[in-house]
């Protein structure tokens, strides 16, 4: 998960005074409550129901502390993979017409439909950014091997995370070193070469780089296991806080298919 927060707020989320109150919460917890909270938004359809799922998403931001401005502009972003389909719903849906344009016909049905997958995305999307990706990419590793993941998916997501980042300033000073010979981009055999020597050299380095820091683990005593310098405990806050979650996801799935229209 990438990372939403200020140098300060990181440090915050670590347990420092005055971070939210969520940052102390078990990280398994945090994780299985995204986890119940997604699987409970997606199998809900209502409108009412889902604009109730997202304000709890909304009310888990404000507890986390987190600042408003950018984590939502990072939803947004997600929101324009999906805008594309949502404009297309109200006229692909049949249903009771609303409007006519160049003989295509939007229903209310299609609109509706567009509304409720982006209410379901925005809530899921928001309540993982809050409570998954405030944490430390180490922190996620141990408390998914603390939930008995699969250790070499858990290594794999954690050097993922550690070099991404070095992978694309490797591909930033390659693509200086291409433009400072003069290469400029165009529609070309030349272009597309050039470009498929850049992926090539990408891959090349990236298994060097990769060997290089695998002798430097084993160097330092790796033998393939994670090791853990602590261990989770669950606390009074864990326990409220789990029971907190599955009261709003009880009331939730009431709403949705309990017996009253």
């Not at 695998?214 to 790796?222: E, I, Q, T, W």
Request: aromatic fraction near 8%; charged fraction near 20%; charge should be positive.
């Amino acid at each position: 998960m990438a990372h939403i927060l200020s140098p300060r707020r990181a440090a915050l989320a670590q347990g420092d005074e005055g971070a939210g109150w969520l940052d102390r919460i078990d990280p398994r917890s945090r994780i299985l409550g995204a986890s119940l909270f997604a699987v409970a938004v997606v199998a809900c359809s209502r409108l009412e129901v889902l604009g109730l799922a997202f304000a709890c998403s909304l009310a888990l931001l404000l507890a986390a502390r987190l600042p408003i401005r950018p984590t939502l502009k990072r939803m947004a972003a997600m929101d324009g993979f999906i805008l594309f389909m949502l404009v297309l719903l109200p006229f692909t849906v049949p249903g009771e017409a609303i409007v006519t344009l160049w003989g295509f016909t939007a229903s209310w049905q299609g609109l509706a439909r567009a509304v409720e997958i982006a209410l379901t995305a925005n809530a899921v999307v928001l309540a993982l950014m809050v409570l998954v990706g405030t944490m430390e990419p180490v922190t996620l590793g141990h408390a998914l091997h603390a939930l008995k993941m699969p250790e070499r998916l858990v290594h794999l997501l954690m050097f993922s995370i550690r070099y991404i980042g070095t992978l694309r300033e490797e591909y930033l000073r390659l693509r200086v070193a291409m433009k400072i010979r003069g290469f400029r981009p165009r529609t070309n055999w030349h272009t597309y070469r050039s470009y498929g020597y850049l992926v090539g050299m990408m891959l090349v380095r990236a298994v060097e780089r990769s060997e290089r820091i695998l002798g430097a683990m084993k160097c330092r005593g790796f033998s393939g296991r994670i090791t853990m310098l602590h261990s989770f405990r669950l606390t009074r806050a864990d326990l409220a806080f789990g029971a907190g979650l599955c009261g709003t996801l009880a009331v939730l799935l009431l709403l949705e298919f309990g017996p009253w229209p």
